[in-house]
């Protein structure tokens, strides 16, 4: 996925209104105020790394990221590098990206150990560095625990802010997910919240998801969100 400035297409797992507003800030809030500032072009970070568990929201911040320096009339550019490191010569969306002033790369652990992409990388590094443009890049982990083999894009990569995406408690996911079924214009009580926990992954993400097939499942069977209700339904 490879978004320009113009050009916005959410995901299908971040089309409910993909913004800062709507992401649930926990202990997160530090990190969240440094991606604002980059967006509305009040500050420069090169880099800024931020890591965390898969479905912790690190992709949810990129494209908040990506949407509101679009409306403060930036020039963010996004790269998802699990859509493209599979794809031969792909590493070449890196190359002449001179017009924009904000880079946002998603998903670095999937290019980890490529020898092509870790030299962009690297490159773009010093081009954001030395012309005092931002660089985003996100990863489930550290820079040193990703398995890269170039040694100077580790320490590049460590040379800026490195924030982990930390998950949420188990209240504040239950406050979370009541929040995000007002929003879709239903209610869920505390007790089916907590036998969702308990019974799924409790990355944000994922518990995300399947609170949008338990909405969808209500409509289709215009039934109230009760245990057995849930406990008939085949959720992945």
């Keep these: 996925m490879i978004f320009q400035q113009g050009q916005m297409a959410l995901d299908v797992s971040l089309r409910d209104s993909v913004?800062?507003?709507?992401?649930?800030?926990?202990?997160?809030?530090?990190l969240v105020h440094h991606l604002i500032k980059v967006a509305e072009g009040n500050e420069a970070l090169a880099p800024l790394f931020i890591w965390g568990e898969s479905g912790g929201g690190k992709s949810h911040l990129l494209n908040s990221c990506f949407r509101?320096?679009?409306?403060?009339?930036?020039?963010?550019?996004?790269?998802?590098?699990?859509?493209?490191?599979?794809?031969?010569?792909?590493?070449?969306?890196?190359t002449n990206v001179d017009e924009y002033n904000i880079y946002l790369i998603d998903g670095l652990d999937h290019v980890a150990g490529m020898s092509r992409w870790e030299d962009k990388l690297f490159q773009l590094c010093n081009v954001s560095r030395d012309t005092g443009k931002s660089l985003i890049i996100s990863a489930i982990k550290p820079p040193t625990s990703?398995?890269?083999?170039l040694r100077d894009l580790v320490t590049r990569?460590?040379?800026?802010?490195?924030?982990?995406?930390?998950?949420?408690?188990?209240?504040?996911?239950?406050?979370?997910?009541?929040?995000?079924?007002?929003?879709?214009?239903?209610?869920?009580?505390?007790?089916?919240?907590?036998?969702?926990?308990?019974?799924?992954r409790r990355e944000t993400g994922n518990l995300f998801r399947i609170l949008d097939?338990?909405?969808?499942?209500?409509l289709e069977h215009k039934r109230l969100i009760t245990i057995p209700f849930l406990r008939s339904l085949d959720l992945e």
């Design 19 to 30: 913004s800062f507003d709507s992401f649930v800030v926990g202990h997160n809030r530090e």
């Design 146 to 149: 990703l398995g890269i083999g």
């Design 213 to 218: 097939q338990i909405d969808q499942a209500t």
């Design 68 to 94: 509101h320096a679009e409306e403060n009339e930036q020039k963010p550019m996004f790269v998802s590098l699990s859509d493209l490191c599979a794809t031969k010569g792909s590493e070449e969306i890196l």
């Design 157 to 200: 990569l460590m040379s800026g802010l490195t924030y982990q995406v930390l998950p949420l408690g188990e209240d504040q996911k239950i406050t979370a997910l009541q929040e995000r079924a007002s929003d879709r214009g239903f209610e869920i009580n505390e007790e089916a919240v907590k036998y969702i926990l308990n019974r799924y």
